[in-house]
């Protein structure tokens, strides 16, 4: 054997050895010319400002991924129900990064305001989470959510949906419809309000705001028209 013909095919050898070191080493996309890169879908919402006593919240409702709850909301908001009422409630976690907690308003079950229940939207289904800033609805039982709500001020992931629990409420967790998108300022200013150490009842005393905020107006955001 010459030496060109050995240098061939240990050459052969080499470019069978590497060439699946390479493979391991090549993002998949790379490999199939013909994938698709991942493409962000936009999912529909509707703009909502939350006017209150000081400064307004801007909530992005998720009308498409969550439409009875968000759907709800809006109801609520365009036969002004929630005019008038107020942020009445401020939870302070005592883990993490303060502030850590949520913010809860509403129409306080009053039964002039309220409505029927509305069927419950759990998060697995919907694939939203109580991430920070998070609009949420306070209930008892999954199907009885009215005009009461949270804020959620930082993760509170325990409150999405656990399929796997054998805890009826565990396993319903709580329904994402929204999330601020301008004012968590206002939101944090409020859940730093004082609270009443005497007021609430049971596990929620001392978790309710001596002087509770009032939310003047919820309204659609207007579409800005351009010439």
Not at 56 to 83: C, K, M, Q, S
Request: overall charge negative; aromatic content about 6%; glycine content about 8%.
């Amino acid at each position: 054997m010459d030496d060109n013909h050995a240098r061939g095919i240990l050459r052969s050898m080499i470019a069978r050895i590497l060439a699946p070191l390479a493979l391991l080493s090549t993002p998949l996309a790379a490999q199939d010319e013909t994938a698709a890169p991942p493409q962000e879908v936009d999912f529909e919402t509707t703009l909502v400002v939350l006017e209150t006593t000081m400064g307004d919240i801007t909530v992005a409702l998720e009308t498409e991924r969550a439409p009875i709850t968000a759907g709800n909301f809006l109801r609520y908001a365009d036969e002004d129900r929630f005019d008038g009422t107020v942020f009445y409630r401020a939870m302070h976690l005592q883990w993490g990064e303060p502030p850590n907690g949520l913010l809860q308003g509403g129409t306080q079950n009053n039964p002039d305001r309220i409505l029927e229940g509305v069927p419950h939207e759990p998060t697995n289904e919907t694939g939203l989470s109580h991430t920070n800033g998070a609009l949420s609805m306070a209930r008892l039982d999954p199907g009885t959510a009215t005009g009461d709500f949270s804020i959620m001020i930082k993760d509170q992931k325990g409150l999405d949906a656990q399929p796997d629990s054998d805890d009826p409420n565990l396993k319903a967790g709580y329904a994402v419809f929204g999330y601020v998108v301008d004012g968590m300022d206002v939101v944090h200013a409020i859940h730093d309000s004082p609270r009443d150490p005497e007021a609430g009842e049971g596990w929620m005393k001392g978790q309710m705001l001596a002087e509770p905020v009032t939310i003047v107006d919820v309204r659609r955001v207007e579409p800005v028209e351009i010439d």
